[in-house]
Nanobody, 123 residues
């Protein structure tokens, strides 16, 4: 399984960015969920947003609710993160992840991770 993320970059506070991540799966597997997580310099990795593949149920960190929107394209095995009203504290490496196991959707239940894409928000 390979996860390729794109869309990171340098923007100013208040700007928008859209991240995308496409999963390439070598053999047929049923995706249960995909998500975005981030790690700022000197900090632990944190949850940003997840989406369940079957019914599109989404979950967001409180810090991004109302500003970020996660969406999916099941046919392309792609998850996107629309980030609006970006703040300097959103600066981080953003990682996408995919889950094939059933059950709860958390960082610990994700099965594969991408390499990350850097988002830098200047004030």
């Amino acid at each position: 399984v390979q996860l390729q993320a794109s869309g990171g970059g340098l923007v100013q506070a208040g700007d928008s960015l859209r991240l995308s991540c496409t999963a390439t799966v070598g053999r047929p597997r049923t995706t249960q969920a995909m998500g975005w997580f981030r790690q700022a310099p000197g900090k632990e990795r944190e949850f940003v947003a997840t989406i369940r593949w079957k019914d599109g149920t989404t979950d967001y960190a409180d810090s991004v609710k109302g500003r970020f929107t996660i969406s999916k394209d099941s046919a392309k095995n792609t998850v996107s993160l629309q980030m609006n009203s970006l703040k300097p504290e959103d600066t981080a490496v953003y990682y996408c992840a995919i889950q094939f196991r059933y059950g709860a959707v958390t960082a610990n239940t994700m099965d594969y991770w991408g390499k990350g894409t850097l988002v830098t928000v200047s004030s």
